[in-house]
């Protein structure tokens, strides 16, 4: 079967320029090349000569330990370009919309204690697992377990006793409502596309927890 081999770099830092294609083209004994994403992406047609191992060798030596992931497969059935990963006016207009915003990166606690009456906050944590398979509440390294989730909604009473109007959403569980019982608190159905078993992906029960109408 014929093989394709392609060449990837960061679309932060551009790697797979014209001199890194001429030398991996070179390696591969002048095969034909096809563009997926300038500087970043490029497929190259492996000559029927060449196993994989082979062909990944000669493109490793070629990259020379630059930040570039080498990939040796078969061509059929292969995408024809990179798929769009963001658009660019989308991201201008978010740039204009936080524009004199501070971004920090801090615990929740220090920064909810500046709110002050008048403010409003808007909440959206990890959601608590609605099963022990549905587990995912690690965006970092840190978890965000049953105890943060408690000390998140002590601190809704600490912003309601100040004057600071909040809106929140988590997972409908009956922990969820247990901590958050004393404020209104609606339901609504949330699309989720994520899952291994596809009979199991669609809407599922959200709360909104707040304190203003």
Known sequence: MPLVATLVSSRADPQVGDALVARATHALGGAARRTLSPGVAV?????????VVEAEARLREAVD????????????????????????DEIHN??????????????FGDVLDQARPGDFVYLDPPYFPVSATANFTSYTRLDFPAEQQQRLADWLHTLDQRGVAFLLNNSDTPFTREIYAGFP???????????SDAGKRGAVNELIVYNVT
Do not use: F, Q, T, W
């Not at 978010?94 to 615990?107: K, P, Q, R, T, Y």
């Not at 608190?185 to 899952?195: E, F, G, Q, S, Y």
């Open 65 to 88: 330990g630059r930040p570039v992931d080498v990939a040796v497969l078969p061509a059929g059935g292969r995408r024809k370009r990179l798929p769009k990963l963001y658009s660019r």
């Open 94 to 107: 978010a740039s204009l919309l936080l524009h004199g915003a501070e971004i920090v990166l801090a615990d």
């Open 185 to 195: 608190i609606d339901v609504a159905l949330a699309k989720r596309m994520i899952n």
């Open 43 to 51: 497929d190259l047609e492996v000559p029927a000569a060449l196993s």
